[in-house]
C-alpha cells in the first residue's frame, strides 16, 4: 500500500491554488500544513506539496526526466472527466494530447490529461 507521495514545487502559493481544488473535489482532506508545505489525506495514502529550497529551483521539474512523470486519480464515469476537462480549460490549464482526447490512453481507456503547476502531468481516468 502506498504510504505518501512527497513532491517539491516552485512556487507552493501557485500550487496551491490548482491542489486544493483538485484535490478537495476528488474527496481528500486537508491533512498537514506549514510554512513551507502542505498535505492532503485520502484513506491512508496522502500527498505532499512542499516549497523548492532556492538553491534548487534554477534546475527545474521536467516530467520527461528520470523521476515523477505523472499522477493519476480515478473518477468515477465519463461525465466526471468531462466535467473536469472543462473546468481545466476554463481555469486556463492546458489539456495534453487534445487531438486524442478523451481516449488518448487508448479506446477503451476515457481520460483526461492535463499540466498542472510546474508542469506536473495530472491524469483523471473513469472508473467506467
Not at 512527497?6 to 500550487?15: F, I, P, Q, T, Y
Not at 508545505?37 to 532556492?54: A, K
Not at 481555469?91 to 508542469?119: C, K, S, W
Request: glycine content about 8%.
Amino acid at each position: 500500500m502506498l504510504h505518501h507521495v512527497e513532491m517539491n514545487v516552485s512556487n507552493l502559493k501557485e500550487a496551491r491554488l490548482f491542489w486544493d481544488d483538485l484535490l478537495g473535489q476528488l474527496g481528500y482532506t486537508l491533512y498537514s500544513e506549514w510554512e513551507k508545505g502542505v498535505s492532503w489525506i485520502y484513506g491512508e495514502t496522502y500527498l505532499v506539496f512542499v516549497q523548492t529550497e532556492e538553491r534548487f529551483l534554477e534546475a527545474g521539474y521536467h516530467r520527461g526526466h528520470t523521476g515523477l512523470n505523472h499522477l493519476a486519480f480515478h473518477v468515477a464515469t465519463r461525465t466526471d472527466v468531462d466535467a473536469w476537462t472543462e473546468r481545466f480549460r476554463a481555469q486556463g490549464i492546458p489539456i495534453l494530447y487534445e487531438d486524442r482526447h478523451p481516449f488518448a490512453g487508448g479506446p477503451n481507456y476515457y481520460a483526461v490529461f492535463a499540466e498542472g503547476p510546474d508542469r506536473i502531468k495530472v491524469e483523471l481516468v473513469a472508473k467506467k
